[in-house]
C-alpha cells in the first residue's frame, strides 16, 4: 500500500472535506526553505509552513540545542517545579518584548494562548468584584479554533454548530482612513456600557484574513480610547510576531502598548508546539493573593516543556543576530519591487507589504475553499512552489533563510498564475 492509501485509511485531516479531498502530497523531508516529497519533487515553503519555520527546516542550531536538551530532560510538571530552559526563555523574552510585559504563562499552541489571554482578562475583573464580561474584537480577525479563539474569531467561516456556545463578544470594523471616526465612535460607546474586560486585535497585519493591514496610528486611537475605559488590550501576535512585521513584535510599531500578547507559531521554529501569554505586573498582580482561589487555575500538560524551551531559546537568539536581522531587511526590499511591479497589473486589486509578509488580492473573486482556489494552488505546486492562496489573495510569508533565487522563483509564479485566473 502506498503512503497516500495508508493515510486515507485512518487520518483525518484539519480543515478538510475528505469526500472532496483529493490525494494528498506526501512530504518526507525539508531543509532550509525547501520540503521534499516521496516522489523526489522539491517544492519552495513559501509560507514557512503556517509562519512556523521562518529560520529554515530542520536549522541545524536549533536542532543541535534541542538534541542536547533532550538528551539532558525531557518534560517535567511545571505545576510544583521549575527547570533551566524555561527560566532562561523567559530572560530572552524580556529583552525583546515590550518593557511592560513581565509575566509569562505557558500553553500549547496559538488557540490555547488566546484562551488564556481571554481568562485571565475575565478573572482579572472578576477578582476585583468587578462584572465584565464581554469581549470586543475586530472584523475578519481569526484568533483560533478553541470555544474561547473561536468566538472572537469572525472568520471561522463553518462555525454554524458551535454558535450558541460562545462566549459574548461584539465586533467593530477595522480602522481605516475612511472610518475612523465611526470605528471610534462605535468603540467608545461600547466602552461607555461598562461591561466589556478586552480588546483583543492582530496588530498591523490580519493573517488568516489574506494579509490584510492596517495603520499603527489607527489602531493606536483604538488602543487609546480601552486605555481611557480601563478596559485591557490583548496583542494577538500569534502570526505577527518574532521579526515577520520587521520589528520583533508588530506592537512595537504602535505607541499604545497592550496588557497581554499572544505568542506561538515561530516561537519554536517549527519544531514543537508551545504557546505563551504575556501580561503585565498589573495584570498578574490581581491574582496574587492570599486567597488561594484568586491564583489562574488552568494548566497544560506539557507547559513549558524543557524541549520546546529549548528551540524557542535558540530561535530568539537567531532572530536578534545580525545576519537574521539582514535576512529581513533583503526579503522586504525584494517584495517592495515586487509590489511595485504587481501594482500595475490589471487582474491585481491591491498590493501590500510589511516585513517579509506579502500579500495581493485579485480582481476577481474565489470561494475561500473553492474549486479556483486550488486550482491555484495546483499551479504552484507543479511549479515547485508551496502557495496557499486565501480566497483571492496570494500571500508569501518565506522563511528568512530564502534566498532571492528561490523568491524569484515564487514572484515568477505569481505573475504566471495571473494568466489563468
Ligand atoms: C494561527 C493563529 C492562531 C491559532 O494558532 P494555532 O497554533 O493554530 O492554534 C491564533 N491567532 C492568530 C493570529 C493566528 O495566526
Redo the contacts with the bound molecule.
Sequence with gaps: MTFTDRDKKHLWHPLTQHKLQKDLPVIVKAKEAVLLDDQGNEYIDGIAS??TAMYGHCNPEIVDAVSKQLGTLDQIVFSGFTHPPAIELSESLMAILPKNQQKLFFSD????S?DVAIKMALQYYYNQGVKRTRIIALEDG????TFG?MSVSDLSVYNGPFEEFFIDVARIPVPSETNINEVEQQFDSLLAQGNVAAFIY?PLVQ??AGMKMYRADLLDRILGIAKKHGVLTIA?E???GFGKTGTFFASDQIPHKPDIM?L??SLTAGIA?M?ITTCTQEVYMAFYDDEITKGFFHGHTYSANPTACAAAQKSIALLQSESFQEHIQRIYKQHLQFAEKMKLHKKVKNVRCLGVIFGMELTNTLDRYGEKRNQLFQFFMKRGVFLRPLGNTIYILPPFVISDEQLDKIYHCIEEVLEIV
Excluded: L, R
Design positions: 503556517w509562519y499552541n496559538g488557540s490555547t488566546v481569526f484568533h483560533g479554533d479563539a492582530e493573517g488568516a494577538d500569534v502570526m505577527t499572544c506561538a507559531k508546539s504557546a
